[in-house]
């Protein structure tokens, strides 16, 4: 079930109205009720996939607690097995099969074995992550093992978060569910705008640019540099309008009932490093590799060889988990290069402010990081999009090519239905996008904003409305990252 669909328009209401109709003891059982309908309009037989999850990882939490000595690791190899082997069988093993076919005919090996043809389950990669937290913080001893298997249950299954994300911690979630929420109007009316927001998001500006984005990157052999330039840009802002809508949306329906989900993004594109980048960037997924990678393998607290090779593992495997293509694992290389060089490149950058003088001027240095910044994680946005290797390695050999911007055999088929007008119209969108996200970092202004009567605040409301009714693609698109 999508969220920027009719049937969401109706579920979401019809759930959150008996919710607050039940009492606090039944409220659970409702919620897991609902989540597992939500999840059952994808595809009904993964729902079987993802119970499978839960019964081994509420086991295995209860068995990691009272389990003493080596059989506490034991448990705790046994449930991460088990996790990263599902996720590795629905989604990796077509992916290593194929390399490994490609490398037996290279040799003139006989390899019979052939692809199992699975379609992934939908949000696979955050489930088996969010369980895995679990598991790891009862071993760690961070984190109780949860008695009530059903309110194990709903700590995967929360339908808000159940198929991108946030990727939760147990200490977070978990004790919400047995606290009593009262129906409150304000925390009701505030999720409510945050899901409005997320909404415009999503159908205004993210599936409107991925129009123009789509057509360019179906067929880049048609398009000259400038285009690829626009259709690259155009992919940064709808990957993150898209998957922060969702957030947005997700954050403010678990609001409404009570439930407060982390935060996942922190206005990425204002970064001034690509490290800066992945502290405000999926927040959740990032701090998750810190916590349950990066630091084990010893994060910054090894020789300088050995912190290069962790921040090279983590990125390959960031890669990795978005998608089971080389193209996800360039992407996750081209980040963790980025950090090496911005890291051995430091004391350079600084000398060369300060024989210029620039650093004199904090706005100037501020903006050019920003764009710099910004410009490091569109090029690498490329192969997180592409249909393919040699795609993407035809667009980046391009952007600066060919200042033609269209073949012109290729109008009609593939031109993206905007005029001059409707492009104008998206840029000044996606300014007043960047103005509010600003203005909502500034806590007074935001004050004053909602202490103005309503006669002035609800037509702002309306007017995101309308827009959404108005110019917003209402067909459906599904979400970008619920492919992961």
């Not at 620039?358 to 910044?373: E, R, S, V």
Request: net charge positive.
């Amino acid at each position: 079930m999508l969220f920027n669909s009719l049937s969401f328009l109706i579920f979401f209401p019809i759930t959150t109205a008996i919710y607050f109709c039940l009492p606090h003891r039944a409220r659970w059982a409702w919620l897991l009720l609902c989540s597992a309908a939500f999840y059952l309009a994808f595809i009904p037989k993964y729902l079987l996939i993802l119970l499978l999850v839960i019964a081994i990882d509420y086991v295995a939490g209860l068995a990691i607690e009272s389990a003493k000595g080596g059989w506490r690791r034991a448990f705790l190899i046994v449930s991460l097995v088990a996790n990263i082997g599902l996720l590795a069988l629905f989604k990796y093993f077509d992916f290593l099969n194929a390399n490994v076919h490609a490398l037996s005919e290279f040799l003139h090996w006989n390899y019979p074995i052939h692809n199992l043809g699975w379609l992934l389950p939908i949000g696979l990669s955050f489930h088996t992550f969010q369980s895995m937290a679990y598991t790891i913080e009862v071993f760690y001893g961070r984190q109780r093992a949860e008695r009530h298997p059903g309110y194990y249950a709903l700590y995967v299954l929360f339908y808000p978060q159940l198929v991108a994300g946030p990727i939760e911690r147990p200490q977070n979630l978990l004790p919400q569910f047995r606290q009593i929420h009262a129906f409150n109007s304000d925390r009701i009316y505030s999720g409510l705008r945050l899901m409005l927001w997320g909404m415009f998001k999503k159908v205004v500006i993210a599936d409107r640019v991925a129009v123009i984005v789509d057509a360019i990157y179906g067929h880049p052999r048609a398009w000259g540099g400038a285009w690829l330039v626009i259709a690259t840009y155009g992919f940064a802002i709808q990957i993150y309008c898209d998957f922060s809508g969702y957030t947005d949306i997700a954050i403010g329906a678990a609001r409404v009932l009570g439930i407060r989900l982390m935060t996942n993004f922190d206005r990425p594109y204002a970064s001034r490093s690509v490290a800066e980048f992945w502290r405000r960037w999926h927040i959740s997924l990032s701090t998750w590799f810190r916590d349950y990678l990066y630091i084990p393998l010893g994060g910054n607290r090894v020789g300088p060889i050995r912190w290069a090779i962790n921040i090279l593992i983590v990125f390959l495997v960031s890669g990795l988990w978005h998608g089971a293509s080389w193209t996800f694992v360039i992407w996750g290389a081209l980040h963790g290069a980025y950090i090496l060089l911005s890291r051995w490149t430091l004391t350079l950058r600084q000398k060369f402010w300060d024989a210029t003088g620039l650093n004199q001027f904090p706005a100037f240095t501020d903006a050019w990081q920003i764009f710099t910044t910004f410009n490091f994680v569109a090029f690498a946005w490329i192969f997180f999009r592409a249909q393919s290797f040699a795609s993407a390695k035809w667009i980046a050999g391009h952007l600066a090519r060919s200042p033609i911007l269209m073949h012109p055999t290729y109008v009609t088929n593939v031109l993206p239905p905007f005029d001059r007008f409707d492009l104008i119209v998206l840029a000044a969108i996606v300014f007043i996008l960047e103005m509010i996200q600003w203005a909502r970092t500034k806590p007074q202004l935001m004050q004053r904003f909602f202490a103005q009567p309503k006669w002035i605040r609800w037509p702002a409301y309306y007017a995101l409305i309308v827009t959404i009714l108005w110019i917003g693609n209402l067909g459906s698109r599904s979400f970008i990252y619920f492919q992961f």
